[in-house]
């Protein structure tokens, strides 16, 4: 037996190491990245975020305590702000109405169901709302659940298989990605709105796969734009393909009525397979749908974990406000006009003032581009020290070269507030201290 194999044989009866393999290749036990949250790439990211904020002497404007309402305006820490950083875009939060009927659902039935919906834990304002949200939409089915996040990714994680295929929008909320990633289905993305390169991917590989989903959004909601829907109808019933369209930003305001895609494009939801909603944004409340053909519905609702399965019901007091808030949608179609006529008036100014608000459309998403991340970061820093709440959206979040500020219209913003607003755009850019570029 040699020196070097008895060695080894030692080090690995005993554990040990020699000092030489300590120094290049400690144990993984041994590695604080691997058992210490301090040493989590992460953590250290969000550290040097913090020292950087320190030291160019930013105010700290996250985590801050609000009290009322967060609408067109917001109270943090005893300092009003006029208010683009929340999705409550029909103001619908804090109507009296919305209030009073999450109110009355937890006098009637308490503040939780106490199980999922299929073991005792249906009430009856899950299944109005369901009703009521298929006669808006032309669905035939729906299924109310406790997250938007989570339905949005559980529906496509638990539709997709290994044989499957997903082809998506590049610029698809993380919810779905999420979806994506839970399965081993095969994924490519097109360009954003770019259903050429769909059509091809679809020409392609269509006959590869047995399920094949297509995903895209009502409102992008990094860019305010609004897919051609009927475009993807036409091509995907062509392919024998699923469509799922998420309207976390198209439903409540879009369209005349301000009833999301359907409305937009004057189409019957029963043309789109999935039809996905969020009810933190214009609903004011929290949850998750799903709209569609009955078989799908029945699907999900027994057996896709996540969606009803394994989990808790959405409360009562949500459950309540979203019906309230989706019947006052219908009733006040006035709301979401409003959302739009005040994005209109927003981009006209911004455009005015030669700002950049990307591709916004029609929606309540007005990006600010600034491009660099150094600059989105200061001006909403300086726009937060002027009384404005307005976030930075940076990479990862965006791409590099495309960060901005994301505006949330509301019904309820006055010209005034946005012309100032729009004024300490332009003079803040016009003052910049130079680029330090891309961070
Ligand atoms: C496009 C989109 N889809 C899904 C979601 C998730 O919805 P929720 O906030 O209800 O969890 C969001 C939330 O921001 C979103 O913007």
């Not at 008895?6 to 120094?23: A, C, F, H, Q």
């Not at 939060?93 to 659902?105: E, F, I, L, M, T």
């Not at 009955?294 to 979203?322: D, E, R």
Request: charged residues 20%.
């Amino acid at each position: 037996m040699n020196f070097k194999t008895s060695l080894e044989r030692l080090k690995s009866g005993l554990n040990l190491n020699t000092p030489g393999d300590i120094e290049s290749k400690p144990s993984l036990a041994m590695q604080p990245a691997f058992h210490d949250f301090a040493h989590f790439p992460e953590y250290k990211d969000f550290t040097t975020m913090q020292w950087y904020y320190d030291k160019q002497k930013y105010t700290r404007n996250q985590f801050l305590r609000h009290m009322g309402a967060s609408d067109a305006t917001v109270e943090l820490e005893g300092k009003q702000f006029i208010n683009y950083s929340s999705y409550n875009y029909l103001s619908l939060a804090s109507d009296p109405r919305v209030k009073a009927a999450a109110k009355k659902a937890i006098d009637d039935f308490g503040t939780s169901t106490g199980s999922g919906r299929s073991i005792t834990g249906e009430v009856d304002l899950h299944q109005l709302f369901e009703r009521e949200l298929c006669e808006t939409l032309g669905s035939e089915d729906a299924v109310v659940s406790v997250g938007g996040y989570s339905t949005n990714a559980f529906t496509i994680g638990y539709l997709c298989r290994p044989q499957d295929l997903i082809i998506y929008d590049e610029l698809v909320h993380n919810s779905a990605l999420a979806g994506c990633k839970m399965t081993t289905a095969r994924r490519f993305s097109f360009p954003h709105n770019d259903y050429d390169a769909l059509e091809k991917l679809l020409a392609q590989h269509r006959d590869k796969y047995e399920r094949v989903i297509i995903l895209i959004e009502g409102v992008y909601s990094m860019d305010g734009d609004i897919a051609d829907v009927p475009r993807v109808i036409e091509i995907k019933n062509r392919y024998k393909a699923f469509l799922m369209v998420d309207e976390a930003h198209s439903m409540g305001i879009i369209g005349p009525r301000g009833l999301g895609v359907t409305d937009y494009f004057g189409i019957s939801g029963n043309q789109i397979d999935i039809l996905f909603g969020s009810m933190s944004k214009s609903f004011g409340t929290c949850g998750g749908y799903v709209a569609g053909p009955k078989p799908l519905i029945a699907i999900l609702k027994n057996y896709a974990p996540g969606v009803l399965l394994y989990g808790a019901a959405p409360t009562p007091a949500n459950t309540a406000a979203g019906l309230e808030t989706l019947r006052i949608m219908r009733e006040q179609p006035e709301l979401a006009r409003r959302v739009q006529s005040n994005a209109a008036y927003f981009i006209a100014k911004a455009k005015a003032a030669g700002l950049n608000t990307y591709n916004s459309k029609d929606s309540g998403v007005v990006p600010i581009m600034t491009r660099d991340s150094e600059l989105a970061l200061w001006l909403s820093i300086q726009l937060f020290d002027a009384g404005i709440c307005s976030f930075p959206m940076l990479y990862p979040i965006v791409p590099r070269d495309k960060s901005r500020l994301r505006f949330f219209i509301n019904t309820n913003h006055t010209e005034e507030q946005m012309d100032y607003t729009i004024d300490c755009l332009a003079k803040g850019i016009a003052v910049a201290p130079k680029s330090k570029g891309v961070m």
